[in-house]
């Protein structure tokens, strides 16, 4: 049973372009949200988080947005670069201190010239 | 941000022998550890969660006498994958909360990927 899903496994934007990548969740009970970047032979690196609390929160050219009633959350990257080519993963994560990351299936971003 | 080391970042081991991936956190204490493994072209799948002093949380399906767990520090948990198959190639990685973190990021090690032969 995936709880958190990225329907879309790629995507493709022009450099300086907004990219636009979505994630849906079913549990209820999470509360926290993140997303990552991962490049092929490495670990993922944080992005960006928001708590359930906000519907938006913005750092340099990523923003991500929360809408708990439809259970969806977007990152919006805005100007595109070539550097943010990568495959970029949304996580889920219930109350409390050391809960576990449940995370989506990931979406290659590709960022064309 | 905390900095996470994962050691080795490859291994290539025969078939039946066991081998050992260190995660280690460098400049935090990290009471919980998260050990993932990842498919090519798939999510990060969690293995088992890792706290210090006490025996580890085993997801679903995996099994803990072949993912041998160790957090015998808050800065060092051990995953040992013993008499490893073929089918046990993949990418494996861990991950750390600092201690009395509340809504913060996990910060993950290099990850390490295994080649059974």
């Known amino acids: 049973d995936q709880q958190v899903k990225q329907n879309s496994p790629s995507l493709s934007v022009q450099e300086g372009r907004i990219s636009i990548l979505n994630c849906d969740y079913t549990?209820?009970?999470?509360?926290?949200f993140l997303w990552y970047k991962k490049y092929p032979a490495e670990g993922p690196t944080f992005l960006i988080s928001?708590?359930?609390?906000?519907d938006k929160n913005e750092d340099g050219r990523f923003t991500v947005f929360l809408n708990k009633s439809a259970k969806h959350l977007s990152l919006h990257i805005v100007p595109s670069q070539p550097g943010d080519s990568a495959v970029y993963f949304c996580?889920?994560?219930?109350?409390?201190?050391?809960?576990?990351?449940?995370f989506g299936t990931g979406t290659r971003l590709q960022v064309t010239l | 941000g905390a900095v996470v080391s994962q050691h080795p970042s490859w291994v290539i081991c025969k078939s039946g022998t066991s081998v050992k991936i260190e995660c280690r956190s460098l400049?935090?204490?990290?009471?919980?550890m998260f050990w993932y493994r990842q498919f090519p072209k798939q999510s990060l799948m969690l293995m088992a969660t890792?706290?210090?002093?006490?025996?580890?949380?085993?997801e679903q399906g995996v099994e803990k006498d072949k993912f041998l767990i160790n957090h015998a520090s808050l800065t060092l948990s051990t995953l040992t994958v013993t008499s490893a198959h073929p089918e046990d190639s993949s990418f494996y990685i861990c991950?750390?909360?600092?201690?009395?973190?509340?809504?913060?990021?996990?910060?993950f090690g290099q990850g390490t990927r295994l080649t059974v032969v």
């Open positions: 991950s750390a909360q600092t201690r009395g973190s509340l809504n913060t990021e996990a910060f």
């Open positions: 549990n209820s009970m999470f509360d926290y």
């Open positions: 928001i708590s359930s609390i906000k």
């Open positions: 996580a889920a994560r219930g109350a409390g201190t050391a809960s576990k990351l449940t």
């Open positions: 400049d935090f204490q990290a009471t919980t």
């Open positions: 890792s706290n210090e002093g006490s025996k580890a949380t085993y």
